[in-house]
């Protein structure tokens, strides 16, 4: 099974999600990001690509995003960040 690995930035800002209800639907996509690593988009901003690497990924879950990168050889996620959507540049 693919494992997750989660950054402090995302733990942080998942803990400060106003939001139960979204918390939830985070969750939900991590789980389903874990089972299929490759649900993302690859169409993201150039800044996030920068930021994060050209092979990084973001799965949305409205009006945050959730950006990650899938190890295949590793079988490993890496969970970089949480941005709220309408932000992200």
């Not at 400060?16 to 089972?35: A, F, K, P």
């Not at 050209?54 to 950006?67: F, N």
Request: aromatic share 10%; with cysteine; charged share 20%.
């Amino acid at each position: 099974m693919t494992k997750l690995v989660v950054s402090n930035t995302f733990l942080r800002k998942r803990s400060m999600l106003w939001s139960d209800r979204i918390g939830e639907n985070v969750d939900g996509m991590l789980r389903t990001i874990e089972q299929m690593p490759g649900v993302g988009s690859s169409l993201v901003p150039e800044s996030i690509a920068s930021e994060f690497g050209p092979q990084v990924l973001k799965a949305v879950v409205s009006p945050y995003e959730i950006i990650y990168e899938y190890c295949r050889d590793e079988d490993v996620v890496y969970v970089y960040d949480l941005l709220y959507g309408p932000n992200v540049h």
